[in-house]
């Protein structure tokens, strides 16, 4: 007997998007009734009414998320008179605004009247569906193969899956485009198998999914999605315009076979190969992709993430767990969560493997613990990466450009096993970012081993080229450049760049803080490796043990820059010590003033080591007095000390470390 009620899910509070927590009210005119239990060891109601997989997919329990009035086109009167998404979709397109409108579309979609069912219900004989009449109020059940396969000539109607079914045996993926509505009730399709034909559109369960479709409750696993060429790729679909609700992605695996996207970018993800719609509370666990060997552009992948290939849209609390990539070639972008991201990714965290594959040659490419490339917004974020690659690699982002914004991200040390996580490539590589083409990162924390070969290594950013980096910190294990690195820095490798022709704006670096050690060969500093005129770093602070072999005579160690153009005004290292090798200039703030402007700095007296009387004697400490003052142990440990400095706005005098530090706003 069907039973009719109205269910609510609850959403969690969303950080950027103005989404607040929902109570659980029941439907109809008489009194509030709570939903009945589903049959399924996956799914049950919550005494909220949410539909819960055994544990809540967003973001972990100790990253901030801020709660904020809806904002937006229209007021909540006027969501409420919205009954439909079909007439929600209508007034966010009069009112323009489109990302808050998107994330307002799950609202408007879980007010929405259930019609719920036993697995009683479902005839797993009828033909084509197991029941129904494919209407909201009276939907096609769904719980056999073939029930699945005449999915393909009703794709507008709405369906419900009343148990978990095995599909391996069916031929019919990928279904056409979804206009309807899919609700799997918590039940897993098992074994999708689905071969890309290479025509240039979406291949996944569904083809498409379109911007008034809704696939919702749906767990699929043990899938194998093959490209077939230049296309958008995905387990669940291909390319996303709708809204994706409450969807796991379980032990699958996307192939992108050798030589499969020549001619064109293809782009692919566990969830939606392209993302212009809603992803919301999605899971994607033990699932791996494979990537084409070879290194040339004719068999490059385009944008890859573990949940979209690309967003353009709104992705918010999704989790990546256990999950990554095998590589082996030419990758363009390559995230934990979205490869290319140029709309909104919130409330979301990933533990993900990025990792040689047939070869032990790093890809190339941009690759970041959430996303690949960002030029959109990035807010209260976790990762847990291992990453091993070439180039532009970061905790957060590989490349954050000009329009992009992240804020409250947080990469993790260790992860639950209390392995450490790690970030390694040759150059512009970061904690947080591995370069920084002008966009904006704050109040965000690093706190990953980071390892760079050959250049541009940085606490946070490996090159911050242009753009705003504020209210940052990085507690590391170790910013390392091997070998014959150069330009390493705990918070960042390059600050600015000598390059005036590329139209950026000025980098700034202010309100930052590290602890940790750094190395190199040369151009190592506790805070900037290299920094150029028209740079600025400011009210920052470093805890720093600094180590460089200087293989070249003349290399340059400092407590706050190894070289630096830029201007600096309030700065100090808590306590300056080198461990270096002969043929250095050591730097208690830095080793050459270098024509810069310097306002109010502080350092303390330095204290060097080098590994024998010999080496010693062709090491030159500089005590450059126009780089600021240098203190003594009693005086730095003394507030007055600090000339010039804002404790009312920006420090705060810390009485347990007797030091100043950054006032968190």
Known sequence: MRVM???????MAQGCGGEQKKDATGGGSGAARSAPNIASPHASASAEGQLEYGHDPGVPDDVEVSV???TGPFSNADLSAVRSLASMLEVCAAGGQQLQCIARRYDTIIAQEVPLYTDKDCDKAASPFGGGHGTAKNPYLICAQAHVEAIAG?????FLQTRDIDVS????????ALSGAYNGLGFALVGVAIHGDGRGGGAGLFRKVNDRAVIRNLVVRDASVVSGGPEAVGVVTGLNEGTLINVKVLNSHVWLAPGAQSGGRGVAGFVAGSNAGLI?????????????????????????????????????YGTVQGSGALTAGWVETLGGVAGLNSGAVRDSSAHVRFLPGQSTVPFTGLAGGIVGANSGEVTAVTSWPFITASNSVGGIAGSNAMGGVITRARVEAYDSTQATTSIEAERNVGGLVGVNVGGAIRGSRAATSVLGTVQAVGGLVGTHLGGEVDLNSVAVPAVVGSGTASQVGGLVGVLGTANSTLGLPNASLSRCS???????????GGLVGAAFKGAVLSNSFGDTAIGATCPAAGGLVG????????TISAVYTAQSRFSVSSGCMVGGFTPLAGGSVYNNNYWPEATYRVPSPTAAASTTLSLV???????????????????????????????VFHRPTLRIP
Not at 5 to 11: D, F, N, R, T
Not at 559 to 566: F, K, L, P, Q, Y
Not at 634 to 655: E, K, L
């Open 5 to 11: 009620a109205l269910l609510l899910l609850g959403a």
């Open 68 to 70: 904020s009035p809806p």
């Open 154 to 158: 009703q794709s507008s109607a709405e």
């Open 169 to 176: 045996g069916v031929n019919a993926f990928p279904l056409p």
């Open 280 to 316: 919301r509370s999605v899971e994607v666990r033990g699932s791996w992709m494979q990537y084409p060997t070879g290194t040339n552009s004719g068999t490059a992948s385009g944008p890859v993430g573990l949940v979209a290939g690309s967003n353009a849209g709104v992705l918010a």
């Open 514 to 524: 590290v602890t940790g050690s750094v190395g190199g060969a040369s151009q190592v």
């Open 559 to 566: 407590g706050v820059a190894a070289s630096n153009t830029a």
């Open 625 to 655: 007095s126009a780089t600021g003052t240098m203190l003594n142990a009693q005086q730095m440990a003394v507030q007055s000390s600090y000339v010039g400095w804002d404790f009312n706005t920006i420090w705060v005098w810390s009485t």
